[in-house]
C-alpha cells in the first residue's frame, strides 16, 4: 500500500511540473509575440521594384529585335515521319500475324 501511495505521489508531481513548465513556457512566447521584437514590420525594410520604370512595348520590340523566328518546320517533319513509321510498323505487324499460304511447285498462286 505504501508503494501505492508514492506512485500516485510522484504521478501527481509529474503533472504538476509538466503543467507549470508548459504554461510557464507558453507565457513566455505569447509575451515575445506581443512585444515589439514580434512584428515583422518592425525590421523589415521597404521594398522598391528596380522594374517599375520598364516599358514592356519597348522590351518586347528589342527582344523581337534580337532573336530570329524560331524556324519549326524540321520539329514539323520529324513528327510526320515518326507517325509514318508507327503506322508501317502496325501494318508490318498485321502482316507477319497472318499465316503465309503454302506453295507448291508449279502451281501459280492467285
Keep these: 500500500m505504501d508503494l501505492l501511495l508514492k506512485t500516485v505521489a510522484a504521478f501527481c508531481i509529474g503533472i504538476g511540473a509538466m503543467w507549470g513548465v508548459q504554461t510557464l513556457y507558453v507565457k513566455t ?15 523589415m525594410p521597404e521594398f522598391k521594384s528596380p522594374f517599375n520604370n520598364i516599358d514592356g512595348n519597348k522590351l518586347r520590340d528589342a ?16 513528327g510526320v515521319e515518326s ?12 502482316q507477319n500475324a497472318v499465316p503465309v499460304q503454302r506453295s507448291y511447285p508449279g502451281v501459280p498462286r492467285y
Design 63 to 78: 527582344l523581337q529585335q534580337q532573336y530570329k523566328p524560331i524556324d519549326t518546320t524540321t520539329g514539323q517533319r520529324l
Design 29 to 43: 512566447i505569447s509575451e515575445a509575440l506581443q512585444s515589439d521584437k514580434g512584428r515583422m514590420s518592425a525590421g
Design 83 to 94: 507517325a509514318q513509321r508507327r503506322i508501317d510498323q502496325i501494318v508490318r505487324g498485321a
